[in-house]
């Protein structure tokens, strides 16, 4: 598969917004996934598209802040984040597998990205 790749990363204060896009995103199951220093790597979201129809899930941490989309016109996803806090600090890593998502227990995306940072400051 195609290397993927994140952008959008960066600095803002506690409070603030950012978007992160992640791109090719052909695949039907396309996550996102962070890990802060020193923590293992948590799930935050996924979008699962079967013939045309899409299902979003996210986990606690995201809900009600984060929204991920999938835009098939430019062939990426995002990943909206508001209310950010400075416990979202932390690499963020978008990441495909070509099956749908499924759910949380059994997904073991195949592709990954390389992450792009995210610091919030209070």
């Known amino acids: 598969g195609q290397q993927l790749v994140e952008s959008g990363g960066g600095s803002v204060q506690a409070g603030g917004s950012l978007i992160l896009s992640c791109e090719p995103a052909?695949?039907?199951?396309m996550a996102w996934f962070r890990q802060a220093p020193g923590s293992k790597r948590e799930a935050i979201g996924f979008?699962?598209?079967?013939?045309?129809?899409?299902?979003?899930e996210y986990t606690n941490s995201a809900k009600g802040r984060f929204t991920i989309s999938r835009d098939n016109a430019k062939n990426t996803i995002s990943l909206q984040m508001n209310s950010l806090k400075p416990e979202d600090t932390g690499m963020y890593y978008c990441?495909?597998?070509?099956?749908?998502?499924?759910?949380?227990?059994?997904?073991?995306?195949?592709?990954w990205g390389q992450g792009t940072q995210v610091t919030v400051s209070s």
């Open positions: 990441a495909a597998d070509l099956a749908s998502c499924g759910v949380w227990e059994t997904l073991k995306p195949l592709y």
């Open positions: 052909p695949y039907a199951c």
């Open positions: 979008i699962s598209t079967v013939f045309e129809a899409s299902t979003v």
